[in-house]
């Protein structure tokens, strides 16, 4: 065998060990790795073998290296979730066998912004329902929802008789939404949001902003929810046409 295909024999190999030792916890989430020197030490290899698999482990997404720190193991998402598929925050939390929470941040009356009013289609809108909220999964906080909606809709004083704001607008408006528009961008450290939400410094969120329509193709709802990178993750299935 040249040295070549010794090297990547030996590269997968360790490479699927330290797979194993993280899937088995042995390395726990959120937790730096030991050193590249102790590393080598343990699975008896170089140092340089040992971090270039640790780079393709940072390519994979299941260690950061968090620079002048280390190299921390990261949380294998809890909540995956095709965005083809429209569904609330909460029925995507009880999906995933967890329990759905919510504490509740702020709720006002403000007035639309020329933003708001483009995603409305109505340039007559005077004043929406603004409320915002923390979801947590078993009592874990995962999102942090912004939710606008004409008030006029939405009874401010029911806001707490329900964890949904997709079944409290329907119940209250009588009005069905049918589909959505949806955004996803990733979103750098917020100072306010990001604590909130647990997040490390250098963690980004994902933001979904999605506005809600009804079968008449009505908007009746837009929704900025700022989700855990490290909880959940999204996908699409593409069909061939």
């Known amino acids: 065998m040249s040295m070549a295909n010794m090297w990547n024999a030996d590269f997968e190999k360790i490479l699927l060990a330290l797979?194993?030792?993280?899937?088995?916890?042995l390395f726990q989430e959120n937790k730096k790795l030991p050193s590249v020197?102790?590393?080598s030490e343990r699975y008896q290899v170089s140092r340089q073998l040992i971090k270039n698999v640790l780079q393709q482990l940072v390519k994979e997404e299941i260690v950061t290296n968090r620079a002048g720190v280390g190299i921390?193991?990261?949380p294998q998402p809890?909540?995956?979730?095709?965005?083809?598929?429209?569904?609330?925050?909460?029925?995507?939390?009880?999906?995933a066998g967890k329990t759905a929470g919510t504490q509740y941040v702020s709720a006002e009356i403000v007035e639309p912004s020329k933003s708001d009013l483009h995603y409305f289609h109505d340039d007559n809108l005077r004043n929406l329902a603004k409320i915002e909220r923390v979801r947590t999964a078993d009592g874990d906080p995962v999102v942090y929802c912004i939710d606008k909606v004409d008030k006029q809709l939405m009874p401010m004083d029911q806001l707490h008789s329900k964890h949904s704001i997709f079944q409290l607008l329907e119940d209250c408006s009588k009005k069905k939404i049918a589909y959505a528009v949806a955004?996803?961008?990733?979103?750098?450290?917020?100072?306010?949001?990001?604590?909130?939400?647990?997040?490390q410094?250098?963690?980004?969120?994902?933001?979904?902003?999605?506005?809600?329509?009804?079968?008449?193709?009505?908007?009746?709802?837009?929704?900025?929810?700022?989700?855990r990178p490290d909880v959940f993750r999204f996908y699409v299935v593409r069909k061939r046409i």
């Open 19 to 25: 797979k194993q030792d993280i899937d088995s916890g």
């Open 201 to 227: 410094p250098d963690q980004a969120l994902l933001l979904l902003k999605q506005i809600h329509y009804t079968e008449t193709d009505e908007p009746i709802l837009l929704s900025e929810n700022y989700f």
């Open 37 to 39: 020197l102790a590393l």
């Open 72 to 74: 921390f193991v990261n």
């Open 183 to 199: 955004f996803i961008e990733p979103i750098s450290y917020d100072s306010k949001i990001s604590p909130i939400l647990k997040c």
């Open 78 to 95: 809890i909540f995956s979730s095709g965005i083809e598929q429209l569904a609330s925050v909460t029925q995507m939390i009880n999906h």
